[in-house]
């Protein structure tokens, strides 16, 4: 019989850091979505206590905050030329995608404002172009919040788990031209168009409202 190596044996467990820790969090989400990333899996993923994480994250709420931010790296940056509307959609509809791909991402975004590097890098990119429009800056520093919320409302509604919409489709459709007349006669419009049709005309609607709406306290 082989005797059990002793504890002094042992490969010594890699310390741990707060990048290690993110980069775990990040690959059991992959396998099973965000709702599986908690401190007491990720804990037994690392080896160790869910105690010894707490000094790294305070909480599961800013454990998914440092993923998102992590997986932010993979926005699309935006292209060296070319017309900056179309630059900026691109940013923008790229960022929606990395929401959409994840299941439960797009939520936390909503739940609570991410922060991080990458999320600082995206937030000076779309800055950089609203500057390149000629946006005036007190108006893309409030712009480019709407543009991020248009993005990740979109991203949430559209994810796996979102509503059936069909339910819904029927009602518009059997509503009365008696008592709502405009849903009767636009039923089919209401609900019309690919998501990423209505993405891109959500995105030009907000642009163009950034570009021509005065802030009333400037």
């Known amino acids: 019989m082989t005797a059990s190596r002793s504890r002094r044996e042992r490969p010594a467990k890699p310390a741990l850091t707060r990048e290690g820790i993110v ?17 007491r899996r990720l804990a037994e993923a690392l080896d160790t206590g869910p105690a010894s994480l707490y000094v790294y994250v305070r909480n599961t709420a800013e454990l998914h905050a440092a993923v998102l931010d992590e997986l932010l790296g993979t926005v699309e940056p935006p292209a060296a030329t070319g017309d900056w509307r179309t630059r900026l959609e691109r940013v923008l509809t790229s ?31 779309l800055l950089a172009l609203l500057d390149e429009g000629g946006v005036p800056p007190e108006r893309a520093a409030w712009g480019v919040d709407l543009l991020l919320q248009r993005a990740t409302a979109v991203a949430t509604e559209h994810s796996e788990g979102a509503q ?6 029927e009602e518009l459709h059997n509503a009365s031209e008696r008592t709502h007349p405009r849903i009767a006669a636009l039923a089919t419009e209401l609900l019309s168009g690919d998501p990423r049709t209505r993405l891109s005309w959500g995105f030009q609607v907000l642009i163009n409202g950034i570009l021509h709406t005065h802030r009333s306290d400037t």
């Open 23 to 39: 980069a775990a969090a990040v690959e059991i989400m992959r396998a099973g979505g965000l709702g599986k990333v908690t401190m």
């Open 164 to 169: 059936d919409i069909s339910g819904l489709a």
């Open 95 to 125: 960022y929606t995608l990395v929401l959409f791909e994840h299941p439960g991402l797009a939520q936390a975004a909503l739940m609570s404002r991410p922060s991080g590097r990458n999320y600082l890098n995206l937030l000076e990119n």
